[in-house]
């Protein structure tokens, strides 16, 4: 007898069960190619008319072609095909697309980020504004709910959101509270931030590149919603936090000290001046795109002035990981880190070009699915298609927890069926950044998400368990958020 049999007669050890895990965002985004090619030889495209300025599309305009446009296996200059569908997407555009520009925007931004975090200026300034020893002050939990708020409407903050909980984890906890305050005070703070932002560059800015609208505009409402979701989110926090130090609930995930590899971690006048650059440099990109028109190659030069000055003050500051070739390797490492988010972008591109392009006067599948949409939307009120695109987006989000993948791939579709619906591109463009950013506290793809509750070491069960209630009150106020921008005519 075999061991194996051995083993399973005498009721040895059994094997671990296999766990079920959402696939790859790139193997998804695979399929989707897939499933459009074989889509291009069941369906018939079409294609509308297109007046005004900027071009919309004239409602009723629509017109199938003759036949199915099957795509080739290996494309030509006419046509992307299924086997070069990555490459044409890659390759599609300029300096100024929202494809191949988008791309080189995304890396460059990720690396000047590395190198910012590689100074420990973030880290400090975090550090320096914990409560010590037995200090326990709800107020500081608020203010800081509010800077990481801040940070990822501003400038995306979100997966640096992992290494802020491990710095505040345990100096929580020796405070009295929990790894669910740190939570609070790091995750859904930055994702909150990063939902109703009016300039996020990662995924409001994105967002309104694909759908034709200015970066930044609708700047007036979103600021009012940013503050009104910070708040309540600050003002849940401050309770919870308040109920775990007096002992009116159980804490979860208290670590004491035993991760405390940041403490110690002490604010110089250099950490100081890499902070002032920073928000100098988001003043000066604020400048550049109200009142100059910059877009995507000039924001990105302004972020890489902001990342040579940083090597600079660095360099002379003599910070840790300061030195000339460690600030080139922390820029590496943060363009690597966007890498998958910039191949995201080029595959969704890849995959419009296989159903025939996203312009609305050529044929294309993009546009026969359009029309459909249109007439089914047709038949319910504006306001429920508003809410439609809402939940749509959150949805999708379980597949695609990338908000600039998220945005490349809905928004052209989302864009044009506002046109055609009676819906705002301004409130389209809303609904995919509060769909996609509230539901990254809950999807298992969130690679934030997942690593923030490692760091804090609570359990993804233990998480849910806590968040459902906050998580449907967060989708029900972004509901009413969509009623009344719809109503509002935002």
Same mark, same amino acid.
């Given at each position: 007898?075999?061991?194996?049999?051995?083993?399973?007669?005498?009721?040895?050890?059994?094997?671990?069960?296999?766990?079920?895990?959402?696939?790859?965002?790139?193997?998804?985004? /695979?399929?989707?190619?897939?499933?459009?090619?074989? =889509?291009?030889?069941?369906?018939?495209?079409?294609? /509308?008319?297109?007046?005004?300025?900027?071009?919309?599309?004239?409602?009723? *305009?629509?017109?199938?072609?003759?036949?199915?446009?099957?795509?080739? $296996?290996?494309?030509?200059?006419?046509?992307?095909?299924?086997?070069?569908?990555? @490459?044409?997407?890659?390759?599609?555009?300029?300096?100024?697309?929202?494809?191949?520009?988008?791309?080189?925007?995304?890396?460059?931004? %990720?690396?000047?980020?590395?190198?910012?975090?590689?100074?420990?200026?973030?880290?400090?300034?975090? +550090?320096?504004?914990?409560?010590?020893?037995? =200090?326990?002050?709800?107020?500081?939990?608020?203010?800081?709910?509010?800077?990481?708020?801040? %940070?990822?409407? #501003? /400038?995306?903050?979100?997966?640096?959101?992992?290494?802020?909980?491990?710095?505040?984890?345990?100096?929580?906890?020796?405070?009295?509270?929990?790894?669910?305050?740190?939570?609070?005070?790091?995750?859904?703070?930055?994702?909150?931030?990063?939902?109703?932002?009016?300039?996020?560059?990662?995924?409001?800015? $994105?967002?309104?590149? $694909?759908?034709?609208?200015?970066?930044?505009?609708?700047?007036?409402?979103?600021?009012?919603?940013?503050?009104?979701?910070?708040?309540?989110?600050?003002?849940?926090?401050?309770? @919870? =936090?308040?109920?775990?130090?007096?002992?009116?609930?159980?804490?979860?995930?208290?670590?004491?000290? &035993?991760?405390? !590899?940041?403490?110690?971690?002490?604010?110089?006048?250099?950490?100081?001046?890499?902070?002032?650059?920073?928000?100098?440099?988001?003043?000066?990109?604020?400048?550049?795109?109200?009142?100059?028109? @910059?877009?995507?190659?000039?924001?990105?030069?302004?972020?890489?002035?902001?990342?040579? !000055?940083?090597?600079?003050?660095?360099?002379?500051?003599?910070?840790?990981?300061?030195?000339? %070739?460690?600030?080139?390797?922390?820029?590496?490492?943060?363009?690597?880190?966007?890498?998958?988010?910039?191949?995201?972008?080029?595959?969704?591109?890849?995959?419009?070009?296989?159903?025939?392009?996203?312009?609305?006067?050529?044929?294309?599948?993009?546009?026969?699915?359009?029309?459909?949409? =249109?007439?089914?939307?047709?038949?319910?009120?504006?306001?429920?298609? !508003?809410?439609?695109?809402?939940?749509? +987006? &959150?949805?999708?989000?379980?597949?695609? *927890?990338?908000?600039?993948?998220?945005?490349?791939?809905?928004?052209? $579709?989302?864009?044009?069926?506002?046109?055609?619906?009676?819906?705002?591109?301004?409130?389209?463009?809303?609904?995919?950044?509060?769909?996609?950013? /509230?539901?990254?506290?809950?999807?298992?793809? *969130?690679?934030?998400? #997942?690593?923030?509750?490692?760091?804090?070491?609570? *359990? @993804?069960?233990?998480?849910?368990?806590?968040?459902?209630?906050?998580?449907?009150?967060?989708?029900?106020?972004?509901?009413?958020?969509?009623?009344?921008?719809?109503?509002?005519?935002?």
């Amino acid at each position: 007898m075999s061991d194996r049999k051995a083993e399973d007669a005498g009721g040895g050890a059994q094997p671990t069960p296999r766990v079920w895990r959402m696939p790859d965002t790139l193997l998804i985004m /695979f399929t989707l190619a897939l499933l459009a090619w074989a =889509a291009t030889f069941v369906f018939v495209p079409g294609q /509308f008319e297109v007046a005004g300025d900027p071009k919309r599309i004239v409602p009723g *305009s629509y017109q199938a072609a003759s036949a199915t446009m099957p795509a080739p $296996i290996i494309g030509n200059e006419e046509r992307a095909g299924f086997l070069d569908f990555f @490459y044409a997407g890659l390759v599609t555009g300029d300096r100024y697309s929202p494809t191949v520009g988008l791309m080189a925007f995304i890396i460059v931004i %990720g690396g000047v980020f590395g190198m910012i975090m590689r100074t420990g200026a973030i880290d400090a300034a975090v +550090q320096a504004s914990l409560p010590g020893g037995k =200090a326990q002050n709800e107020t500081l939990l608020m203010m800081l709910f509010f800077a990481f708020s801040l %940070g990822g409407a #501003i /400038f995306g903050l979100s997966e640096e959101a992992i290494a802020l909980t491990l710095i505040l984890a345990p100096s929580l906890s020796r405070a009295g509270y929990d790894a669910i305050t740190a939570l609070l005070v790091c995750l859904c703070a930055s994702q909150i931030g990063f939902a109703t932002s009016w300039m996020n560059p990662f995924s409001v800015v $994105i967002a309104q590149s $694909i759908s034709g609208l200015p970066p930044m505009s609708g700047m007036g409402p979103r600021l009012a919603i940013w503050a009104g979701f910070t708040l309540l989110g600050a003002l849940f926090t401050w309770r @919870y =936090a308040r109920s775990v130090r007096l002992g009116l609930r159980p804490a979860v995930g208290t670590l004491g000290g &035993s991760i405390d !590899a940041h403490a110690g971690q002490t604010l110089r006048f250099p950490h100081l001046l890499v902070l002032a650059t920073l928000l100098l440099g988001v003043a000066w990109v604020a400048w550049g795109v109200t009142t100059r028109g @910059y877009y995507l190659p000039e924001i990105a030069a302004q972020f890489f002035a902001v990342g040579i !000055a940083t090597a600079i003050i660095a360099r002379f500051g003599k910070l840790e990981g300061g030195a000339t %070739g460690e600030m080139m390797e922390a820029f590496r490492d943060g363009a690597a880190q966007l890498l998958p988010a910039a191949l995201i972008v080029g595959a969704a591109k890849g995959i419009m070009l296989l159903l025939g392009g996203d312009s609305p006067t050529g044929a294309s599948l993009l546009n026969a699915l359009l029309n459909g949409l =249109a007439g089914l939307t047709a038949a319910v009120p504006d306001w429920m298609t !508003a809410w439609t695109m809402y939940l749509a +987006q &959150s949805v999708f989000n379980f597949a695609v *927890s990338s908000g600039s993948g998220q945005a490349s791939i809905t928004m052209p $579709i989302m864009a044009p069926l506002a046109d055609l619906s009676g819906v705002t591109r301004q409130t389209a463009v809303l609904a995919f950044q509060l769909g996609d950013g /509230f539901t990254n506290l809950v999807v298992p793809t *969130s690679a934030t998400l #997942i690593g923030c509750l490692a760091a804090a070491r609570v *359990s @993804y069960g233990d998480w849910l368990a806590f968040f459902w209630k906050p998580m449907l009150a967060l989708f029900i106020l972004g509901s009413a958020v969509m009623l009344l921008a719809h109503g509002g005519g935002f």
